[in-house]
């Protein structure tokens, strides 16, 4: 397994070694899931510059520059000696096949995962179907069925040609600490605010009085920002919204990066109905049919207790669930409650529960359960689920980050009906029914649905403007050091 940075690297650092990179070095990387096997296609002049043309375009994909571009590629392919010529058709189609094993599976062999990250991507083995393209005249074909087929990364694809755009035209200033600005304010910072905001298309009206008010045109631009950045839309201008301001137009581009990376781990079809959890935004939504249905706020892992990354089915719906504890959560939190207030597992209706091995606690269904009253199951190694929960004030906040690792739901009576909903003898007041009366029931989903746990700090908003959230478990970072320590150690 290779090793990566354990200390964080600055954004310049990881610019350089991203965005920059070493051509050559990756160049020669086999990709984490493609094949050795060299392919015998014969490749016709036309399909020559195709192939040449499409690596040269692997930067508009999020790659470095030169990235799957060997050194010495374009003198061996315009030699006019046939076997120098030959030979660099033969390293043409080695880089052309790392290149689509990259875009399609990623960069990242499947040892190189944090064992949080649960999502893998299935095998890839691209060169029987670059050999039935070349023989079939169809590259520009294969070539467009490489990347991704969700609107979400092509959305990605077209905000990191802007945000580079933006670098490329020296990107945007820093605006100065100061007082918390709010509506009505007279400030010399409001003329620069106004301009940053123009830098990603939040142009402000010019006002006819004091170019220092903070007039209701500027403060409607900061709080379509803040919408855009997962803050408070209140239009002040305090600490996290001026922090937000200025964070570097690199790291936009670094953070736009790396979800496209994580939208290639995923498989090349969802079905049309799905649960999506957002876990860095911490908002789940329900599709039927492809098309939004619900949507409500959840509170995940809080830094330290992640909620992991996963894809399965749910299978049941739990109602008044009781609450078997986890052993590390007993011993860190609840054992140590106890030990320093006798009463405590008494008040929170918590028992001591013997077993072979030894015991373990377990918290009875009710109004004192931490999964409130209705849980929903689904496979998985990590021992996670959704829940609702006794202590709603989570959900009225920005940052929602709280449980540990399992997701709460603002909305669970409304979700569980929309998966009943096919089940007859299931409607709203026969949950409510069942609820009420206290005790604990499993019920089987007749058509159990896929929930697809992820994690995407930057995205497209309804309006298609780019929306990025915070990176409250480090992981852009760590995916972003992880590819290159994949491309220093095997250069």
């Excluded at 061996?76 to 875009?103: H, I, T």
Aim: glycine share 8%; aromatic share 8%.
């Amino acid at each position: 397994m290779m090793t990566f940075v354990s200390r964080p690297m600055s954004a310049l650092a990881l610019i350089l070694a991203i965005t920059v990179g070493s051509g050559a070095g990756l160049a020669q990387t086999p990709a984490p899931s493609a094949s050795a096997a060299p392919t015998s296609a014969t490749l016709k002049p036309e399909q020559v510059a195709l192939l040449r043309q499409a690596l040269a375009q692997a930067p508009a994909q999020g790659f470095p520059d030169q990235a799957f571009t060997p050194p010495g590629l374009d003198a061996l392919l315009q030699s006019p000696n046939p076997a120098v010529k030959q030979k660099g058709e033969a390293v043409l189609k080695a880089a052309v096949l790392r290149y689509a094993a990259a875009l399609h599976s990623g960069r990242l062999a499947n040892a190189d995962f944090d064992d949080e990250w649960g999502m893998r991507p299935a095998a890839f083995n691209p060169g029987p179907d670059f050999d039935a393209a070349v023989a079939a005249n169809k590259l520009p074909e294969w070539l467009a069925s490489l990347p991704p087929a969700y609107a979400g990364y092509q959305q990605l694809v077209r905000g990191l040609a802007d945000y580079r755009a933006i670098a490329a035209k020296g990107g945007w200033q820093s605006l100065p600490g100061g007082p918390v600005l709010k509506p009505g304010a007279t400030d010399a910072r409001v003329p620069a605010l106004r301009a940053r905001l123009g830098v990603e298309g939040i142009v402000i009206p010019a006002g006819a009085g004091d170019p220092n008010l903070y007039d209701s045109a500027t403060v409607d631009g900061v709080k379509t920002f803040q919408a855009r950045h997962g803050l408070m839309a209140d239009g002040e201008l305090g600490k996290p919204t001026l922090a937000a301001l200025n964070m570097p137009v690199g790291q936009r581009v670094l953070q736009i990066m790396a979800n496209m990376e994580r939208w290639r781990w995923l498989s090349e079809s969802l079905p049309a109905d799905r649960i999506q959890v957002n876990i860095a935004a911490a908002v789940l939504t329900l599709y039927k049919a492809d098309q939004p249905v619900l949507s409500m706020r959840t509170a995940s892992g809080k830094p330290g207790d992640h909620t992991p990354m996963l894809r399965s089915k749910i299978t049941s719906i739990v109602f008044n669930p009781p609450w078997n504890v986890p052993d590390s959560i007993a011993k860190k939190e609840l054992y140590p409650k106890q030990r320093s207030d006798p009463g405590y597992f008494e008040r929170e209706d918590i028992h001591v529960i013997k077993t072979a091995d030894g015991e373990r606690l377990q918290q009875a269904a009710g109004p004192k359960s931490s999964l409130g009253q209705i849980k929903f199951d689904f496979d998985n190694r990590y021992g996670v689920y959704l829940h609702d929960t006794p202590s709603r004030g989570a959900f009225a906040k920005q940052g929602r980050m709280v449980s540990h690792g399992c997701v709460r739901l603002e909305k669970p009576q409304d979700l569980a009906q929309q998966l009943l909903d096919g089940d007859g003898a299931w409607n709203a007041e026969l949950i409510k029914t069942t609820i009420d009366a206290t005790d604990t029931k499993r019920v089987p989903v007749a058509k159990p649905v896929t929930v697809l746990i992820f994690y995407w700090t930057a995205f497209a908003g309804a309006d298609g403007a780019m929306n990025f959230g915070k990176d409250p478990y480090d992981w852009d970072h760590e995916l972003l050091q992880r590819i290159a320590g994949t491309k220093s150690s095997n250069a």
